[in-house]
């Protein structure tokens, strides 16, 4: 299994300025995923993030307005740029691990409650 | 875009088997069946996964019809605590792979 925490839990955030959030796991991991969730909506994948690697996004986002570091195999940021009241979500950082001797499945952290104002 | 097809809402009286129905008629032979559920405010958890065979762990039993197009998730005393959305997934399970999640289920346990 894997330990997921972020920082912030949630933030209040004025117009046109810009968070970071940081994804922190307990053990190594290749690739770490970053969503979006939306109020009363379903996870959205934003982006897919390799150490030593640029992240890969998802249609509809890019790396100007969500800039994304993976400096080592067990932390991760995300910054939200430029933020308007349509980026408040709740922003969660995930990995891949081993769930059984097996299988893969991934692990989500607590999630970051993100309002703009 | 999501590869299964889940109905928006459930409710299940406390006590009894809820039982979450999900298509997925267009997954591929290496793709596995992975359900997990969000509690609200919480980060998604798993539940439990199958290829072609039924499964069953502590949390739940998982049935997949014999040509693999649909499922169903079967808690088998639903209390109070299992209301959250639950969501169907079709992955390649052996190797790191983004999840592409649905709308899911939102399931409701009256008392």
């Known amino acids: 299994s894997a330990v997921i925490s972020q920082k912030p839990s949630r933030d209040i955030c004025q117009r046109g300025t810009s968070l970071t959030i940081q994804c922190q796991v307990d053990?190594?991991?290749?690739?770490m995923f970053w969503y979006r969730q939306q109020p009363g909506q379903s996870l959205t994948l934003i982006a897919t993030?390799?150490?030593?690697?640029?992240?890969?996004?998802e249609s509809g986002f890019v790396i100007d307005k969500f800039p994304i570091s993976r400096p080592n195999l067990t932390f991760s940021t995300l910054t939200v740029s430029n933020m308007s009241p349509e980026d408040s979500s709740i922003y969660l950082c995930?990995?891949?691990?081993?769930?059984?001797?097996?299988?893969?499945?991934?692990?989500f952290g607590p999630g970051t409650r993100l309002t703009v104002l | 875009d999501a590869k299964t097809t889940q109905p928006t809402s459930m409710d299940c009286a406390e006590g009894r088997a809820a039982n979450l129905p999900c298509n997925h008629s267009?997954?591929?032979?290496?793709?596995?069946v992975y359900w997990y559920r969000q509690i609200h405010s919480q980060g998604p958890q798993y539940i439990i996964h199958?290829?072609?065979n039924n499964e069953t762990n502590e949390m739940a039993s998982l049935i997949i019809t014999e040509d693999r197009k649909s499922s169903t998730l079967i808690l088998p005393h639903a209390t109070l605590r299992d209301t959250a959305v639950y969501y169907c997934?079709?992955?390649?399970?052996?190797?790191?792979?983004?999840?592409?999640f649905g709308k899911g289920t939102r399931l409701h346990i009256l008392p």
């Open positions: 199958g290829l072609k």
């Open positions: 997934i079709v992955r390649v399970g052996y190797r790191d792979d983004k999840i592409i």
């Open positions: 267009t997954i591929s032979g290496n793709e596995y």
């Open positions: 995930s990995v891949e691990g081993k769930g059984g001797s097996s299988y893969n499945e991934q692990f």
């Open positions: 053990s190594q991991v290749t690739m």
């Open positions: 993030a390799n150490q030593g690697s640029e992240a890969t996004y």
